[in-house]
């Protein structure tokens, strides 16, 4: 079965800074990736995923994430964060099997901005 | 617009009273679920349906209940409900894609329930 670590619950990083979330996961074949963010009170919202191909994925609001097989690893970066990227961060890893509509979430890193 | 919707958005209720929390797609999607999110142990999958009439429990299914009766519809029964079901709900739909595996997920709003 799948599962996904993120090892950092809070970061807290200054605005225009960079920022980097881990997120690392055990599955045996090629996984399907995925991180989402959840403002606060509201549902979730896909940020960008990977299935297969370029290893460097463009997502929305300025956010990438580079998938390392060798790592096991799905890290989310933004060169430039700005106040309202202040969330919560899902990262979440499906399936090509019989459960290919599950997905495994990380327990979620909560990213304050600061002044 | 393409969307999840779900109802009712928040709900207090107190022990053993029976509830129902709607779910509803407008993707024609096959594959639809739901999931409850709590602090530090962020979304865990409650049941999960892959089409009609075809239902299967995910890894939190004890005291739920769920049924697919139409493509569109997947709602999430509490048939006594007891305040550690107190939660943050979602439900999800996706769509398996032709070359394999699975599309996005889309996630409903979210429904925040409180038993008393």
């Known amino acids: 079965a799948q599962s996904v670590t993120q090892p950092d619950i809070h970061i807290t990083v200054s605005e225009g800074a960079s920022l980097e979330l881990r997120c690392n996961y055990s599955y045996g074949a090629t996984p399907y990736l995925f991180w989402y963010v959840q403002s606060p009170g509201q549902g979730l919202q896909l940020l960008l995923k990977y299935f297969s191909g370029d290893t460097l994925v463009q997502g929305i609001k300025g956010f990438e994430a580079e998938f390392k097989r060798s790592q096991s690893s799905f890290n989310l970066r933004k060169p430039s964060v700005h106040w309202s990227d202040a969330a919560e961060y899902f990262c979440a890893v499906g399936a090509d099997s019989d459960s290919w509509g599950k997905l495994q979430f990380g327990a979620g890193t909560q990213v304050v901005v600061t002044p | 617009e393409a969307q999840v919707t779900q109802n009712p958005r928040y709900l207090i209720t107190v022990t053993g009273k029976k509830l129902t929390v709607t779910c509803s797609q407008n993707m024609n999607h096959e594959y639809m679920s739901w999931y409850r999110q709590d602090p530090g142990l962020g979304l865990r999958q409650i049941y999960y349906s892959m089409n009609v009439e075809v239902t299967d429990k995910g890894d939190v299914p004890e005291g739920y209940k769920v049924s697919r009766k139409e493509k569109r519809n997947f709602p999430l029964i509490l048939e006594s409900p007891s305040p550690n079901q107190t939660s943050l709900y979602f439900c999800?739909?996706?769509?398996?894609?032709?070359?394999?595996?699975?599309?996005?997920?889309?996630f409903g709003p979210g429904t925040r329930l409180t038993v008393l």
């Open positions: 999800a739909s996706t769509l398996h894609l032709l070359a394999g595996g699975p599309s996005e997920q889309f």
